[in-house]
């Protein structure tokens, strides 16, 4: 096959991938759309309580007036940041984690049922415990979000690490590398894709984390806006922080992502090189 034929295809290939995309797009506009046109309708002709589930149209109206007065806007900031800072925590400390237990397989031996029983464990049951060691402030719920996808990232990418074929290992040390160095130049870039995907995991484990954590302790925060909402029977409050957490958490994980599409970018080129 010529250079010319190949580069039709390749260009008919991407036409044809853009066309995907923008088709996946348009449906997942539609069912949004009937989501909340069915949930508008059903509110209205009482097919279910708007005094409990509310409607798309209060809920909206009801975020602009808070967003406008500027009270909405704290409890976002506050929920963001503890989520970004628990979730690049977790995120790093798991990949730590994993590190020390690829270097020394007696130290994996060891800690094994630990790591099993920390996975099975309910973490949210620690919360109570969390908080009064750390204190009911910022830094319990914080560290609510980097527990809960600290201890699956361990797993995940400790699991990786120990698939990596193993002639790759040997070919290294064969040439006289180190194990840092093997871990650096095969084990690493080979669990890359891992890594990244264990990234789009820990975005809604760490939301769990910090809205449970909100929920327990805080005076500020999305979660905390549930909670007293439902204390004071405002349900279009409820809802409205649950749509901000939705939205949050789908805005992030899109910025994962992109970060995902990049680094395999440059991997690749890496590799070509």
């Not at 099975?120 to 415990?129: C, D, F, Q, Y």
């Not at 040997?170 to 669990?191: D, I, M, W």
């Not at 484990?205 to 029977?233: R, T």
């Amino acid at each position: 096959m010529d250079n010319k034929s190949s580069e039709q295809l390749h260009e008919q290939y991407k036409k044809k991938f853009k066309h995907d995309k923008r088709i996946i797009f348009a449906w997942q506009l539609v069912i949004l759309a009937l989501f909340f046109g069915l949930w508008e309708l059903a509110s209205s002709l009482l097919w279910i309580d708007p005094l409990l589930f509310s409607s798309p149209s209060k809920v909206v109206t009801q975020i602009i007036d808070k967003f406008a007065d500027g009270n909405f806007l704290v409890h976002l900031q506050v929920t963001v940041v503890e989520t970004i800072i628990g979730f690049l925590i977790g995120t790093v400390l798991g990949v730590i984690l994993a590190t020390i237990l690829w270097t020394s397989s007696k130290v994996a031996q060891v800690t094994n049922p630990y790591l099993f029983t920390a996975n099975v464990m309910p973490k949210v049951a620690l919360g109570p415990i969390i908080i009064v060691a750390l204190g009911p402030g910022y830094l319990a719920i914080t560290a609510m979000g980097a527990l809960i996808s600290a201890v699956i990232t361990t797993l995940v990418v400790y699991s990786a690490f120990k698939e990596v074929d193993p002639n790759y290992v040997n070919l290294l040390k064969s040439f006289g590398a180190s194990r840092a160095q093997c871990f650096r130049e095969a084990v690493f870039p080979a669990t890359l894709p891992t890594i990244i995907s264990t990234l789009k995991v820990n975005v809604g484990l760490s939301w769990v984390g910090i809205i449970v954590g909100e929920f327990l302790v805080s005076k500020e925060g999305l979660g905390y806006l549930i909670i007293h909402g439902f204390q004071v029977f405002d349900f279009t409050l409820v809802m409205s922080a649950l749509l901000l957490i939705a939205v949050c958490a789908a805005i992030m994980y899109k910025v994962v992502e992109k970060m995902e599409h990049v680094l395999m970018k440059h991997t690749l080129i890496n590799q070509k090189k």
